[in-house]
Nanobody
Framework: QVQLVESGGGLVQAGGSLRLSCAAS????????MGWFRQVPGKEREFVAA????????DHADSVKGRFTISRDNAKNTVYLQMNSLKPEDTAVYYC????????????????WGQGTQVTVSS
């Protein structure tokens, strides 16, 4: 089992940057593929990015490709989401998630979730 805690959210102007972190405790994070998802009220949770257990493979949603980058540091049990050129439509609660097999774009495939961190982008 693993516990996940996100941090790094906040309020930023359009065009700005934020870096989200997801710290894992319990079983080491290298045992899990990791994903970032986001959700706004009244909408389904949306895939943002995912990374394989060793970080050798990444996947990004088309809506964030070229602006966001997922990475991980297994020595620190931490996964990151670097978000650049932020847009108001990126405003959401961002969640990290862990899965004991391969990375996936589907939220229902993930076994563990953090509590989320709010990202608000003002225009």
């Amino acid at each position: 089992q693993v516990q996940l805690v996100e941090s790094g959210g906040g309020l930023v102007q359009a065009g700005g940057s934020l870096r989200l972190s997801c710290a894992a405790s319990g079983r080491t994070s290298s045992s899990y593929a990791m994903g970032w998802f986001r959700q706004v009220p009244g909408k389904e949770r949306e895939f943002v990015a995912a990374i394989s257990k060793n970080g050798g493979s990444t996947d990004h949603a088309d809506s964030v490709k070229g602006r966001f980058t997922i990475s991980r540091d297994n020595a620190k049990n931490t996964v990151y989401l670097q978000m650049n050129s932020l847009k108001p439509e990126d405003t959401a609660v961002y969640y990290c998630a862990a899965r004991s097999v391969s990375a996936s774009r589907l939220s229902r495939h993930y076994d563990y979730w953090g509590q989320g961190t709010q990202v608000t982008v003002s225009s």
